[in-house]
């Protein structure tokens, strides 16, 4: 009797969970057309629109070693018969490092989708060629996310605002616009799967699955939960076994075969990531069970998993939370984010979200559905309670006034034009690459970077050279490039030491310093390498330094304040650079914004506070926000000693906090050396207040100006900074009327407000 029971209810279950029959078309109408045009359109305009901007960031010298330059020399390699081969890698923080002659591409990232698009090496070889197929195929997702809207919600114009909330998706557009990787392709081949999945076209499902599963290793994963979801919600047996089978045999040759192989340890690179969680995976199933409260706070409550999860779901109004059963498909990627060790995949940035968006789009829709059938049922609901009322009372009976077709049509305008208002939103917050985004700047080609192509034409084709991030892409179509300081002698130990050195160091001092985290390291290694004789001057000039291994180095400039020694950090001596190293920090007097005068003096000379700039929200959340700050400076009488810049917020009381120090021109064009007269631009790199103590609410960005080098001759933590004794301050004329405070030294710049 029991059993009967169980199995009565086990039956009706299992006839509830068969939610997805084969779907009924819809007519190809006027209507249709119309908003197949409209797809088309917006998938033009986003071609022409992100196509012009890629290439121009990379022509403005904005894409990046990793991993446009890794891409673009795996490629190269391919097609002049050397496999997918790689040398660049992080060596400061990365686990992917094993030697300075490279590793296979399959050793870090199984991605076959690699063998296709090299074809496309023999005619068009280079990254732009890259971007230009990225975005072209990104776009093309829009029409499975239009078909697949049109026949779950039955309107054409609602698989437009699908659509676009696709091609508006942020974590979409943070993949496309970060260089190139092969799982960003799976934005468009993943909705494709799901189109067919749900349309049962078996052929083309499995060959977008197929498709899908080359661009990374872990998609296979996904392809199993689809399989196992069209068993459970299709009743698709066969197809859904095919998809599971596919699935664990693609993911089993991939991380057991062919990435072991390719590996010179024997496993996947990357897996080091993952090293905390457990030494296998029953041991971290073990360490989760055993201790499931850590684990969900580090893994889920922290702040910054916490933050990536809203930036997943935020964007679809967190409508995809109404469609589990759904969301379940991107369970696989989510898990591998959240687990990971680097906090760059639950940022919310680069291309870690590709494959999941595509899921976020089908659970929009499905959750969709879902208030659409809700609304229907409350709807008859209310309809049947004014008819027994009637009845009750022997009166006619009372129509509803409003019809089903009205509700329902109505709440579905509300529910999309709600998704694609958050997706625009998020968009404007949150690191957005569209005009309208907070902070957007279009990428410009200028003087300088024109330069750039000056010194790699210096560059020999067949000579290995360690090049800076935004530099190696340019030069990555040789056997041997590196990210600096790969490839180099350190004066500290790194693993792997390289057994060779690159032939060539080319840097741009004046751009982003990445993979370092501190101004000091980067210069010290740098310096470390004309210091130590090991390299010498084949090139500088505005900000640009071309190495040469083997060259006379430089001597020490007689402006140096220290000279090397085991005492002293390599970042404060100051080689003998070219006259026009230095050019990049000089500009025009109709350059200067926030005009102000504000004299520093000592007992040797003295210079003038011209102007100012602060790039950064107001108010500024000290979680999520980032700022630099610009300075200009005009010496009216030159100072012997080398100064630096000390930036500090000052709360509504006049104590002081700490905000920034972080100025790397001042290490290279030291301030004795700038020519009186001139106006010299300093600027911060990016910065944020996250880890600081700082004020709550009404603050004042201030400056003031403190010796670079110290009695230790050694670069010192902020809290001596901030007992440095400092330059006179005071001002002259100031068009805010501000004025320096005597007792601190100290110019204030600009009034913030600081929010959590």
Known sequence: MISAVWRKRFSILFNRLYLYPAPEPLPQT????????????????????????????HDALLTTAEDLGIMDQALWNLVHGNGLHQTICNILHDTNCYSVEGVNRFAIHFEPTLFPIALLYLIVPGPKTLLTVQTIIVALGAYPAFWLARLRLRSDLAGVAIALLYLLYPGQQQ?????????????????FTLYFLYTRRTVLLFIFAILSMGCKEQMPLVIVMIGLWSMLFQRRWWTGLGLVLLGLAWWGIAFYLVMPHASPTGKPLLLGRYDGLGKGPVDVIMNIVRHPRSFLMDHLIEHSHRMYVQTLLSPAGYLPLLAPWILVLASPSIALNLLSASPGQYSGLFQYSADIVPVLIFSTIEAMVLLLWLAQVLHGRVQTKLANRSSQTDASPVPMKVRLPVVQGGLLIVLLGLVVFMSLRSDYYFH???????????????????????????????ASVSAQATLAPHLSQRKHIYQFPYAVPLSY??????????????LDVSA???????TPDYVRDIKSLLVNKQYGIVAAQDGYLLLK??????ELSSASAVKPGPDVSNALVLPDFPANF??????????????????FTDAQGSMNLVGYSISGANPFSRSGDYMAVTTYWQVTKPMAAPLQLLFVLKDKDGKEYYANNDVPAIFWCQSQTWEPGKIVRMTTRQFNLRELATPKGLAQMSV??????QSSSKIVDMQTLMQQPRLSAHVISGSNAISATQDTNTVPLMPMTIVP
């Open 512 to 518: 982003d310093i990445y993979p370092y985290y501190t």
């Open 30 to 57: 006027r209507l249709f057309w119309l908003a197949t045009a409209l797809v088309t359109g917006a998938v033009i305009v986003f071609c022409s629109y992100f196509i012009l901007y890629l290439t121009t960031r």
């Open 432 to 462: 957005g690459q569209l005009p309208y985004s907070q902070g957007f700047r279009w990428p410009r080609v200028n003087a300088h970077t024109a330069l750039a192509q000056h010194f790699m034409d210096m560059i020999p084709p067949d």
């Open 549 to 554: 291994h083997g060259l006379p180095a430089p």
């Open 175 to 191: 993949a496309t616009t970060y260089d190139f990787h092969a799982v960003t392709l799976s934005s468009a081949l993943l909705l």
């Open 582 to 599: 230095c050019s990049y920090v000089y500009v025009s007097p109709r350059d200067v914004p926030h005009s102000l005068q504000a004299q």
């Open 704 to 709: 003031a100006l403190v010796p670079l080098v």
């Open 493 to 506: 130990p790194v693993t792997p030491q390289p057994a060779t050195v690159a032939d060539y160091v080319f």
